[in-house]
């Protein structure tokens, strides 16, 4: 079974620079997730998908950052424009319910951005 | 809001050896999920063993065991006879389990260096 994958794995840009991440889940999988992992910290759910639809983006920065997940399988996640403190990992994960219970996210290698 | 706390940032330990490694959390909900997480080098998290905090006994997945205080809001992580491969940071992560979107909420990790 193929796992979650994700591109680009690097990316360096300078501030004020646009930039894309995408990541197609394990396939079947209704749930997506996106987070944001700042060097020293554990993960931060950014955005979380049911199928097409967003569940949850409370904390999502959405005058900068803007996610979507057409037909319900691939997604992206766009930051417009990026700034010094958007440096950090971004993974994507997938699980294959909807988020309930004690189900596996599993999680993609994920994307380094430097932002300079 | 729930919060995951880890306080120890590096651990060592020799092969073959025991180790265990420390999280607690606060919440005021009385159902939820815990979840340990292990980040290898190349940075695909995985799961290594989850707990429902309905269950009193404590989960246990071969090397790999937790001692579950409820009372205390504790969740550490056992590994027995540690292996050059656990070598990771270790994610500790909470879940509630009410109705409605349930976000994984991380801890800061811990960094496990198994040496020969």
């Known amino acids: 079974e193929a796992g979650v994958a994700q591109s680009p794995r690097y990316k360096i840009i300078e501030k004020r620079q646009s930039v894309a991440f995408w990541c197609n889940p394990i396939?079947?999988?209704?749930?997506l997730y996106w987070y944001q992992q700042i060097l020293g910290q554990g993960p931060k759910l950014l955005i979380q998908?049911?199928?097409?639809?967003?569940?949850?983006d409370s904390q999502l920065p959405k005058d900068r950052f803007s996610a979507e997940r057409l037909k319900g399988v691939d997604s992206t996640l766009k930051i417009q424009p990026a700034k010094l403190e958007d440096s950090a990992v971004y993974l994507c994960a997938s699980s294959d319910t909807s988020g309930e219970g004690t189900d596996t996210q599993y999680f993609g290698p994920g994307t380094r951005l430097t932002v300079l | 809001a729930q919060t995951v706390t880890q306080s120890q940032p590096e651990m060592s330990v020799q092969e073959a050896e025991t180790v265990t490694l420390s999280c607690t959390y606060d919440t005021s909900e009385s159902n939820y999920y815990l979840f340990w997480y292990k980040q290898p080098p190349s940075r695909q998290m995985i799961l290594v063993i989850r707990?429902?905090?309905?269950?009193?006994q404590n989960a246990t997945e071969n090397r790999f065991s937790v001692n579950f205080q409820k009372a205390a809001k504790s969740f550490s992580l056992k590994i027995s006879d540690s292996q050059l491969g656990d070598t990771a940071m270790y994610f500790c992560?909470?879940?509630?389990?009410?109705?409605?979107?349930?976000?994984?909420?991380f801890g800061t990790g811990t960094r496990l260096l198994v040496s020969p």
């Open positions: 707990q429902e905090a309905y269950k009193q």
């Open positions: 998908f049911q199928n097409n639809g967003v569940v949850d």
């Open positions: 396939s079947g999988h209704a749930t």
């Open positions: 992560a909470f879940k509630t389990r009410n109705t409605g979107f349930q976000k994984l909420v």
